[in-house]
């Protein structure tokens, strides 16, 4: 068998296990649902921030949450960070304008995070959490 061949027939092999394993990822992973939530509330008095990795917080415990947007020439993203009630700051967590327009986006234009940063905040509010957007 010459090298060629030999080429040839590694490269047929290569492009049949893709294709295989890109079939299987599409039948495991088409009924998988993306949320884009970053919040959910629970019963218990708590809210857990989906963003990264899940972390909860009391919501008596929460005192305030800054928002703030970044970025520039035409692409933006969000940042909050949690203040509890005892001084103590969480880590920034980062969001993109798909928790308003429900899209698998990583960025958006200045106007679309600021409807994002909005639907966030008004979601804080309802619980009775205080929020500001700092500039």
Known sequence: MSVNSKIMLICGLVVLVCIIM?????????????????????????????????????????????????GGYGSYYGRFRIIKSNGKRSRNYMYGTGVYTKDFTFNGSQEEME?????????????????????
């Not at 990822?25 to 009924?31: A, E, S």
């Not at 009391?58 to 928002?67: A, G, K, R, S």
């Not at 804080?124 to 957007?133: F, Q, T, V």
């Open 115 to 135: 409807k994002a940063t909005e639907y966030l905040m008004q979601q804080l509010r309802e619980k009775g959490i205080s929020c500001e957007l700092k500039k």
């Open 22 to 70: 890109g079939t299987v990822m599409f039948v495991l992973l088409k009924d998988v649902k993306v949320s884009h939530e970053v919040f959910e509330f629970k019963e218990n008095g708590e809210v857990q921030v989906l963003a990264d990795v899940p972390t909860t917080y009391v919501i008596d415990d929460i005192e305030n949450v800054e928002f703030s947007i970044r």
